[in-house]
C-alpha cells in the first residue's frame, strides 16, 4: 500500500496524504478520507461518505454514498455497505474513549443501519436496511430491526437472491 492517489478526473474529495491507499482505490465527489486510513485494493467509497483517521478497509469492499465511519472502524475483505449507514465509537458522547465497530469479511450492510461503538459484525453476515445494531452480529447471520435480532441464514439470504436474479 502507498499513497500515489491520484482523483478521477473532474472529482474532488479529500484524501489524506498520510492515508495507505491500494490499488484501484475509487473515491467518489466530496468523500473524504482522514489521516492515517489504510485503504485497500479495488475500494469504492462513494459521494459524501466520511472515512475518519486510523480507518481500515479491506480489499474489495464497496461503500455507497453519505456512509458515516468513525475513527478505529475496522472494516474486512468483500463487504458491501449501504448508503447512508452509521458507524459509532463513543457510547457516551462526549467522551475520550472511543471503540471502533469491526465489520469481518464478505459482511453486507444494508443502508441506514447504524452500529453501536465497540461491536463486532461476524463474517458473511447481513444487516438488514435501517437495523439499529446495538450487539454482536453471529457470523452468516441476518439481523432486522431495533434493536437488531437475528431473522434468518445467509444461506436463506442467498437463496432469496438468486431467487431474484432469476425472476424477469
Ligand atoms: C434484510 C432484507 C434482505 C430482508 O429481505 P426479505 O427477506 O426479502 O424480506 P421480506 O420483504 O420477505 O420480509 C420478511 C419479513 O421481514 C421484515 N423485514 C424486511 N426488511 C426489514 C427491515 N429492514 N427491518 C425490519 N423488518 C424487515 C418484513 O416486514 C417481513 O416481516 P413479516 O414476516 O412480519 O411480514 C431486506 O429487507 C434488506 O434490508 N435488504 C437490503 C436493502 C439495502 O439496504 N440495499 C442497499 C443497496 S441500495
Redesign the pocket.
Known amino acids: 500500500m502507498s499513497n500515489n492517489y491520484t482523483a478521477l478526473p473532474g472529482v474532488t474529495n479529500y484524501v489524506d496524504k498520510s492515508a495507505k491507499i491500494g490499488k484501484n482505490v475509487k473515491v467518489w465527489h466530496f468523500a473524504y478520507v482522514g489521516k492515517d486510513a489504510e485503504i485497500g485494493d479495488n475500494v469504492m467509497i462513494g459521494s459524501l461518505t466520511h472515512v475518519d483517521y486510523k480507518v481500515k478497509i479491506g480489499d474489495n469492499t464497496r461503500i ?1 454514498g453519505s456512509v458515516y465511519i468513525p475513527p478505529f472502524t475496522v472494516i474486512g475483505k468483500n463487504v ?1 455497505i ?2 447512508a449507514a452509521a458507524f459509532t465509537n463513543d457510547p457516551y458522547p462526549m467522551s475520550p474513549k472511543m471503540a471502533g465497530v469491526i465489520v469481518e469479511d464478505g459482511a ?6 447504524v452500529f453501536k461503538p465497540g461491536i463486532r459484525v461476524g463474517s458473511n453476515s ?6 439499529v445494531v446495538t450487539k454482536d452480529v453471529l457470523p452468516d447471520t ?1 439481523v ?3 434493536p437488531a435480532r437475528p ?2 441464514s445467509r444461506a ?2 442467498d437463496r ?1 437472491k438468486k431467487e ?1 436474479e432469476s425472476k424477469k
Open positions: 455507497e458491501f449501504g448508503p453486507i450492510i444494508g443502508g441506514r443501519s447481513v444487516v438488514a436496511m435501517a437495523a441476518v432486522m430491526g431495533h431473522a434468518y436463506e439470504y432469496k431474484w
